[in-house]
T-cell receptor, first 114, second 117 residues
Framework: AQSVTQPDIHITVSEGASLELRCNYS??????LFWYVQSPGQGLQLLLK??????LVQGIKGFEAEFKRSQSSFNLRKPSVHWSDAAEYFC????????????FGQGTTLQVKP | DVKVTQSSRYLVKRTGEKVFLECVQDMDHENMFWYRQDPGLGLRLIYF???????EKGDIPEGYSVSREKKERFSLILESASTNQTSMYLC????????????????FGDGTRLSIL
């Protein structure tokens, strides 16, 4: 069965430091992968998506993610974190059943220290 | 930009009440979804729909029903609210018909925080 794992429930980084949030997926074919961000009290906002082609994907707010098929990973990165990046981040994969369902990871909460 | 609007940000109801959560999208999307979000459990899919008057059960449909009478509107109904349905409810929509749905990102509303007393 398809699944998405975000190994880190909570991460704390200092403002200005680099960030990497991990995401591993389980899927037989080429996956359709997404990263979302959720600020406190808000809905989810799409950061970036990967369908095919270049394995390094650029998103909004200075985020990027790299698809590594050999590691079944789609890690999210940002070179320099801002205090406004504090939020919860969700990785998701498009379900193979063509229903439009997304399989979400459990989420990683990012705290940014001044 | 896609706009998904949920009718209430906060809602307080009593056990046994019938509760309606409304969601409207303005992008003519075929597909609409209802999730609940609880700490430590992530997002769980309740119901979804990819056409008017059509609905499919998600992972946790018990205690809920849905209605989609118009393409832009998808309602979640708690038939008889219980305290274990206190949660954040998120509505989402996506485009794409047969053969293309799974490639499409979902666009989310701001959520309804529902408390059942």
């Amino acid at each position: 069965a398809q699944s998405v794992t975000q190994p880190d429930i909570h991460i704390t980084v200092s403002e200005g430091a680099s960030l990497e949030l991990r995401c591993n997926y389980s899927y037989g074919a080429t996956p359709y992968l997404f990263w979302y961000v959720q600020s406190p009290g808000q809905g989810l906002q799409l950061l970036l998506k990967y369908f095919s082609g270049d394995t390094l994907v650029q998103g909004i707010k200075g985020f990027e993610a790299e698809f590594k098929r050999s590691q079944s990973s789609f890690n999210l990165r940002k070179p320099s974190v801002h205090w406004s990046d504090a939020a919860e981040y969700f990785c998701a994969v498009g379900a193979s059943s063509n229903t439009g369902k997304l399989i979400f990871g459990q989420g990683t909460t990012l705290q940014v220290k001044p | 930009d896609v706009k998904v609007t949920q009718s209430s940000r906060y809602l307080v109801k009593r056990t046994g009440e019938k509760v309606f959560l409304e969601c409207v999208q303005d992008m003519d999307h075929e597909n609409m979804f209802w999730y609940r979000q609880d700490p430590g459990l992530g997002l769980r899919l309740i119901y979804f729909s990819y056409d008017v008057k059509m609905k499919e059960k998600g992972d946790i449909p018990e205690g809920y029903s849905v209605s989609r009478e118009k393409k832009e509107r998808f309602s979640l109904i708690l038939e008889s609210a219980s305290t274990n349905q206190t949660s954040m409810y998120l509505c989402a929509s996506s485009g794409g018909g047969q053969g293309a749905r799974f490639r499409q990102p979902q666009h989310f509303g701001d959520g309804t925080r529902l408390s059942i007393l």
